[in-house]
């Protein structure tokens, strides 16, 4: 064990009950130990989420046994004998067990100390793939392209009044030139690849950030009748007031979404069953065909054959921009679809692959490996050969 590995202390009884707070004197003497120790008192924030997944997990277990033991005994002359209690805990329901893993995950790959190792699954020639950045091409009007991740920040093009300027953080901005006269400019396009994404700032001050394997289509210059995008993949918007409250519509497929002055989340990827619009703040009308809902903060929009509204996972849905994969209740086919896009990596599936839902979160800056060796802890396997990954039982 590494001299900073202090993962033994999920194993730690007085230290489980400082995580769960039901004894005063291990609560005590842990809380005066941690602040002594900013070093130990980082590592146990990480690991007090864990902690109490397993708790929780195990009381589930032990109340099931004990309706299975009662249930013996009114339908037996003689009762069995009790089970022993497990101490602490050891056998955990599969559920709970998979968030608890996925918390493993967070800690494993973010703490600097303890690097994980390359997963078992993986070929005998060490193989691991990056995960994706800031990579971008935008196409101008005229049908040039700018290769945005091999370009110099400053000025990367201007058309009709309209600047068009590469941030030292790789932003995409466009920006109105001093009192010229704007002049159609006709429509650009930024694209991301597999494996990339960007944030474009449209010349009206609205902002988009594009994930992996997304294009978005748009104006360089907004008339006055409206303002209208054009998307195919997933971006996030925050989009901007204007004085004459101009209309801002997003065009995806076959939906239209009506913006009114929002911060929203469109996903429509062409490999996913359904497109899902998600609301954070103000409101959206989203349309298809005949059938229109105007969505409420924390609501998200399903569209399929048609459109049903749900409550949302808003941390859920924007993660992505922030940083981090999260799941909720995903199966392993969602996850590899991800996995597949910001990896840019062929997913290829031998056996049948036992069903299992995943709940938890995990940087979106891990190499591919570390991701795996999270989800193998459910016994699904991973072998990596090149730019495949092999999914089997």
Known sequence: MSENDFSYLVHDEQFINYCLQRNAADVQY?????????VLAREAAALQPLVIALATASQQQEARQQWQLLQQQLGAATAPAPQKKNRIWYRIPAA???LALLLWGIYAVTRPTAPLSEPTAVNTTPQDIPAGGDKATLTLANGSRIVLDDTAEGTVASQGGISIHKTSNG????TITGNHQL???????????KGGQYQVNLPDGSKVWLNAATSLTFPAAFGADGRTVHLNGEAYFEVAATPHAQPFTVKVNDLTIDVLGTQFNIM???DEKNSRTTLLTGAVRVTKGDAGKVLQPGQQAIAGNGIQVRDADTEAAVAWKNGMTVFSDA???SIMRQIARWYDVEIVYQGEIPPRQFTGKIPRHANVSKVLKILELSNIHFTIDGRKIIVTP
């Open 171 to 174: 932003q995409l901005v466009y």
């Open 30 to 38: 842990w809380e005066e130990r941690l602040r002594q120790d900013p």
């Open 268 to 270: 429509a990827y062409a």
């Open 331 to 333: 199966d392993i086919h």
């Open 96 to 98: 709970a067990a998979v």
């Open 183 to 193: 002049t159609d400019t006709g429509y650009n396009t930024i694209q991301t690849p």
